[in-house]
């Protein structure tokens, strides 16, 4: 049986990728059948005369994936905006069933799917003659929810609020991760501490910038992934 989990974020630009890249890592480095899947992504780079999806080239290469990184995603377009806009420009809406579809098809790939989101978890998919959320999609491949959260000033407000709008939409977090963590960081340590204090969930990890591997056990890592079709 396949498990999965999906990972979002306060916001964009918070490093989701990032963080994602590092744990489909830390699974694979420890002998563990881990891939990785990005429904959609907008603002695709364009590397040697082709179009790229930056997000997962990255992910793939961090975590050695040895596949085409076109193929990690359902919906790639070329415009930096959000996905429902630059699906509206390019003319390419998003389906639910086409996503739900490749989710099905990677889980029979890997036992330990990592599914990374769009920006952040308020991220309209689809605002036209439908109303497609993030949230929607991961109410469909019925997924738990890991939330990357920025460890500096904010912190705390941004993490407490998308956390509580997660599960004012019925979804579970599993917990939160820190990044650009510095550990020397008074204000760091102590916006790690508040954010536990208040949410009654674990930072599991707190990563600092250019760290090569996540420091979590590979057992407690596992743990947060959830049983799927």
Not at 62 to 83: C, D, F, H, I, K
Request: overall charge neutral.
């Amino acid at each position: 049986m396949s498990k999965g989990i999906f990972i979002t974020a306060t916001g964009t630009d918070i490093g989701k990728t990032y963080i994602t890249a590092l744990l489909v890592k830390k699974l694979r480095d420890d002998g563990l059948n881990a891939g990785y899947y990005k429904p959609a992504l907008s603002g695709a780079e364009h590397i040697n005369g082709e179009w790229v999806p930056g997000d997962c080239s990255y992910v793939a290469k961090t975590a050695g994936l040895e596949v085409p990184a076109r193929s990690l995603t359902s919906y790639m377009y070329r415009t930096a905006v959000s996905p429902h806009l630059a699906a509206q420009i390019e003319q390419h809406p998003i389906e639910s069933g086409v996503i739900l579809a490749d989710f099905i098809r990677f889980t029979k790939m890997y036992d330990y799917l990592t599914v990374e989101g769009c920006g952040g978890i308020v991220c309209p998919l689809r605002l036209d003659d439908k109303l497609l959320m993030q949230t929607d999609i991961i109410k469909l491949l019925q997924l738990d929810v890991l939330i990357v959260a920025p460890s500096g000033l904010g912190s705390i407000n941004s993490t407490v609020v998308t956390v509580h709008y997660a599960q004012s939409q019925g979804l579970t977090v599993k917990g939160i991760i820190l990044n650009h963590f510095d550990t020397a960081s008074y204000l760091h340590r102590d916006n790690k501490a508040c954010i536990e204090r208040l949410l009654k969930l674990p930072v599991i990890a707190c990563v600092g910038d250019h760290a090569g591997n996540v420091t979590l056990d590979t057992a407690a890592l596992c743990g947060l992934y959830k049983e799927v079709f």
